[in-house]
Protein backbone atom coordinates (compact mmCIF):
# COMPACT_ATOMS: atom_id res chain seq x y z
CA UNK A 1 0.00 0.00 0.00
CA UNK A 2 0.91 3.53 -0.69
CA UNK A 3 -0.48 6.75 1.22
CA UNK A 4 -0.59 10.12 -0.21
CA UNK A 5 -0.80 13.28 2.06
CA UNK A 6 -1.10 16.42 0.02
CA UNK A 7 -1.10 19.87 1.19
CA UNK A 8 -0.82 23.49 0.35
CA UNK A 9 -4.14 24.27 -0.97
CA UNK A 10 -6.10 27.24 0.03
CA UNK A 11 -7.99 30.68 -0.91
CA UNK A 12 -5.93 32.85 -3.43
CA UNK A 13 -7.04 35.91 -5.66
CA UNK A 14 -6.93 35.81 -9.71
CA UNK A 15 -3.36 35.99 -10.96
CA UNK A 16 -1.87 34.76 -7.09
CA UNK A 17 0.56 31.36 -6.85
CA UNK A 18 0.12 28.38 -4.31
CA UNK A 19 1.94 25.04 -4.70
CA UNK A 20 1.23 21.97 -3.67
CA UNK A 21 3.02 19.04 -1.91
CA UNK A 22 2.30 15.74 -2.27
CA UNK A 23 4.40 13.07 0.00
CA UNK A 24 4.18 9.13 -0.69
CA UNK A 25 4.68 6.63 1.86
CA UNK A 26 4.43 2.77 3.17
CA UNK A 27 5.23 0.51 -0.17
CA UNK A 28 6.53 3.09 -2.47
CA UNK A 29 9.28 0.68 -3.62
CA UNK A 30 9.16 1.22 -7.83
CA UNK A 31 6.99 4.00 -8.05
CA UNK A 32 6.57 5.29 -11.19
CA UNK A 33 4.78 8.26 -12.72
CA UNK A 34 3.51 10.35 -10.28
CA UNK A 35 0.77 13.54 -10.73
CA UNK A 36 -1.85 15.88 -9.60
CA UNK A 37 -5.52 15.50 -10.90
CA UNK A 38 -8.54 17.94 -10.43
CA UNK A 39 -12.11 17.62 -9.97
CA UNK A 40 -14.35 20.54 -10.41
CA UNK A 41 -18.32 21.19 -9.10
CA UNK A 42 -20.20 18.99 -11.89
CA UNK A 43 -17.24 18.16 -13.89
CA UNK A 44 -15.31 15.22 -14.51
CA UNK A 45 -11.65 14.59 -12.79
CA UNK A 46 -9.05 16.27 -15.63
CA UNK A 47 -5.10 15.20 -15.74
CA UNK A 48 -3.34 18.32 -14.89
CA UNK A 49 -0.10 17.40 -14.83
CA UNK A 50 2.39 14.12 -14.72
CA UNK A 51 6.23 13.74 -14.22
CA UNK A 52 8.34 9.93 -14.80
CA UNK A 53 10.73 9.05 -12.13
CA UNK A 54 13.34 10.66 -14.97
CA UNK A 55 11.46 14.03 -14.79
CA UNK A 56 9.52 13.79 -18.01
CA UNK A 57 6.48 16.18 -17.81
CA UNK A 58 3.49 16.38 -19.36
CA UNK A 59 1.05 19.10 -18.87
CA UNK A 60 -2.93 20.06 -19.45
CA UNK A 61 -3.32 22.72 -22.20
CA UNK A 62 -5.02 24.55 -19.88
CA UNK A 63 -2.44 24.68 -17.60
CA UNK A 64 0.92 24.74 -19.82
CA UNK A 65 2.86 28.05 -19.15
CA UNK A 66 1.41 28.91 -15.69
CA UNK A 67 2.11 25.43 -13.37
CA UNK A 68 4.92 23.54 -13.19
CA UNK A 69 5.58 20.23 -11.31
CA UNK A 70 8.71 18.68 -10.02
CA UNK A 71 9.37 15.56 -8.03
CA UNK A 72 12.29 14.67 -5.29
CA UNK A 73 12.54 11.36 -5.69
CA UNK A 74 15.02 11.18 -2.07
CA UNK A 75 11.52 12.50 -0.45
CA UNK A 76 8.79 10.35 -3.17
CA UNK A 77 7.28 14.24 -3.08
CA UNK A 78 6.11 15.81 -5.52
CA UNK A 79 5.17 19.47 -6.33
CA UNK A 80 2.90 21.84 -8.37
CA UNK A 81 3.51 25.34 -8.58
CA UNK A 82 0.48 27.09 -9.74
CA UNK A 83 1.66 30.80 -11.16
CA UNK A 84 -1.03 32.69 -12.88
CA UNK A 85 -4.27 31.19 -11.10
CA UNK A 86 -7.43 31.95 -12.91
CA UNK A 87 -10.91 31.37 -11.19
CA UNK A 88 -11.46 28.14 -13.54
CA UNK A 89 -8.63 26.45 -11.98
CA UNK A 90 -10.84 26.26 -9.04
CA UNK A 91 -11.12 22.60 -8.18
CA UNK A 92 -10.42 19.30 -5.19
CA UNK A 93 -7.05 18.73 -6.24
CA UNK A 94 -6.11 14.80 -6.40
CA UNK A 95 -2.18 13.60 -5.82
CA UNK A 96 -1.85 10.37 -8.01
CA UNK A 97 1.08 7.86 -7.89
CA UNK A 98 1.49 4.56 -9.78
CA UNK A 99 3.66 1.52 -9.54
CA UNK A 100 1.70 -2.21 -10.44
CA UNK A 101 -1.55 0.21 -9.02
CA UNK A 102 -2.61 3.50 -8.97
CA UNK A 103 -2.97 5.32 -5.68
CA UNK A 104 -4.82 8.59 -4.47
CA UNK A 105 -4.82 11.03 -1.97
CA UNK A 106 -7.31 12.90 -0.24
CA UNK A 107 -7.66 16.00 -1.92
CA UNK A 108 -6.74 19.55 -1.52
CA UNK A 109 -9.62 22.12 -2.39
CA UNK A 110 -8.02 24.88 -4.22
CA UNK A 111 -10.15 28.22 -4.41
CA UNK A 112 -9.71 30.89 -6.98
CA UNK A 113 -11.72 33.99 -6.44
CA UNK A 114 -11.37 37.65 -5.51
Known amino acids: QVQLVESGGGLVQPGGSLRLSCAASGSIFRLNTMGWYRQAPGKERELVAA???????NYADSVKGRFTISRDNAKNTVYLQMNSLKPEDTAVYYC????????WGQGTQVTVSS
Open 96 to 103: NANNALSY
Open 51 to 57: ITTRGRT
